[in-house]
Nanobody
Framework: QVQLVESGGGLVQAGESLRLSCAAS????????MGWYRQAAGKQRELVAI???????NYANSVKGRFTISRDNTKNTVYLQMNSLKPEDTAVYYC???????????WGQGTQVTVSS
């Protein structure tokens, strides 16, 4: 089992920044990747950014150039730096860890990000 605990959400104005953190604990071996997804009200959950154990990153087109995903392996923590936030970034942000040969997914409890115009 992998436990994921997110923090850092909140209410900001358009153009401001936030940094989300996700701390992993438990059986954190053979993690293939960690990432951030978001789900806005009435919409499906979507990928925001992902980082593999090899350090490769991938971003949704809507956040490229504004968001940066990074990790600290010594703390088993992944971060999402969000700059130039827009109202359309408003959503619940979920941390994800993908593990093992069967690509099992673990999810955090989610953290709300609200961007006012």
């Amino acid at each position: 089992q992998v436990q994921l605990v997110e923090s850092g959400g909140g209410l900001v104005q358009a153009g401001e920044s936030l940094r989300l953190s996700c701390a992993a604990s438990g059986s954190i071996y053979r993690i293939n990747s960690m990432g951030w997804y978001r789900q806005a009200a009435g919409k499906q959950r979507e990928l925001v950014a992902i980082i593999t154990t090899g350090g490769s990153t991938n971003y949704a087109n809507s956040v490229k150039g504004r968001f940066t995903i990074s990790r600290d392996n010594t703390k088993n923590t992944v971060y999402l730096q969000m700059n130039s936030l827009k109202p359309e970034d408003t959503a619940v942000y979920y941390c994800n860890a993908n593990q093992g040969v069967y690509n099992y997914n673990y999810w955090g409890q989610g953290t709300q990000v609200t961007v006012s115009s």
